[in-house]
């Protein structure tokens, strides 16, 4: 009896992974049509200069319109685009699209307009050997100044190789673009690499504002993260600012720029240049 109900569980469990891959399968394909179709969406977030009190950036976040599912956040796809290489065809639309978007929206309204724009770039376009040329093509293409475009890597995705990522960093540079380190502080590694990677913006995750508002330990920490951005020459940015008594703490520590939901929640450009007429105007 033993043995056959091992033999059913058995059964049961190659059924519930055939059940999985097809599921995969159908997901995989959903995302390669809807990438051919059109159902990646920009959204984009302003990056606040907390000085000037003005929207400086924006950085491009892509969303999927599920004709199924309905807007998609990147969390409910990417894993899968990026185990299945997809994450490249997303990413090169993503930088064309927030070219073009912020091309237009610098023509239109030059005074209005945000100076630059920043695209996340992921491990596997970081990695291909055409990114360069790519960025250079897409600018040409659009018409975008390099110094309005910005690109965002991951600490943990630069801290893969550092030796090899550097150079190709330094080569992007060379064409007038930025590097952006994101989600800094969540590598649980060595500060080493910082020494060694050209960057010109340092992102602080928003790990980093948890329990800062009333906590002298975490307010130094972050102090000190602030001050090491500023020592390596970097614009810092906080990321995921939520309420007035963080902005006010952040502002304190010197932090000039700034991003989160009590500044501007993620919104298509039209939403945001909406936003931004001044009222009657
Ligand atoms: P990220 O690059 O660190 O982007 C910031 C994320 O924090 C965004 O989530 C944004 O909506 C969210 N956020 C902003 N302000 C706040 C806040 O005040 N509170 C909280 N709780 N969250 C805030 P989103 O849009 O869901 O994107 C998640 C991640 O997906 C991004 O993290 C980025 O790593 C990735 N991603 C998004 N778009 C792209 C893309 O086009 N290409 C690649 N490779 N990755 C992307
Ligand atoms: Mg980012
Ligand atoms: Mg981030
Ligand atoms: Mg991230």
Redesign the pocket.
């Known amino acids: 009896a033993a043995k056959e109900q091992g033999k059913a569980r058995c059964v049961a469990f190659q059924a519930d992974m055939h059940t999985r891959l097809v599921d995969q399968l159908d997901q995989e394909r959903r995302l390669r049509v809807a990438i051919d179709r059109g159902e990646l969406r920009?959204?984009l977030?302003p990056i606040v200069d907390t000085v000037a009190g003005r929207t400086e950036g924006v950085?491009?976040?892509?969303?999927w319109q599920d004709p199924q599912a309905g807007l998609r956040?990147?969390?409910t796809f990417?894993p899968l685009?990026?185990s299945t290489g997809l994450?490249t065809d997303?990413?090169r639309?993503?930088?064309r699209e927030s070219c073009l978007t912020l091309r237009a929206w610098q023509d239109e309204d030059p005074a209005g307009a945000p100076d630059w724009i920043t695209?996340?770039?992921?491990?596997a376009?970081l990695d291909s050997p055409d990114l360069p040329d790519l960025v250079t093509r897409t600018l040409r293409d659009t018409g975008l100044r390099p110094e309005a475009l910005l690109l965002?890597v991951?600490e943990t995705t630069l801290m893969r190789d550092v030796a090899g990522t550097a150079p190709r960093l330094e080569r992007l540079r060379s064409c007038g673009v930025r590097i952006a380190i994101?989600?800094f502080g969540t590598g649980y590694s060595s500060l080493g690499y910082l020494r060694d990677i050209p960057a010109d913006v340092l992102?602080i995750?928003?790990s980093f504002?948890d329990g800062l508002v009333g906590s002298a330990r975490h307010r130094d920490l972050l102090a000190a993260v602030v001050q090491l951005g500023h020592t390596l020459g970097l614009r810092v940015v906080a990321?995921?600012?939520?309420d007035a008594a963080q902005l006010a703490e952040l502002v304190g520590l010197g932090c000039r720029y700034a991003?989160?939901?009590?500044?501007a929640?993620?919104a298509p450009v039209a939403a945001l240049r909406a936003a931004a007429q001044p009222v009657g105007g």
């Open positions: 920009l959204y977030q950085e491009a976040l892509v969303r956040a990147p969390g990417l685009a990026e994450i997303i990413d639309w993503v930088l695209v996340n770039i992921s491990a376009l965002e991951t994101d989600d992102k995750d928003r504002l990321e995921g600012v939520e991003q989160g939901y009590h500044l929640r993620p």
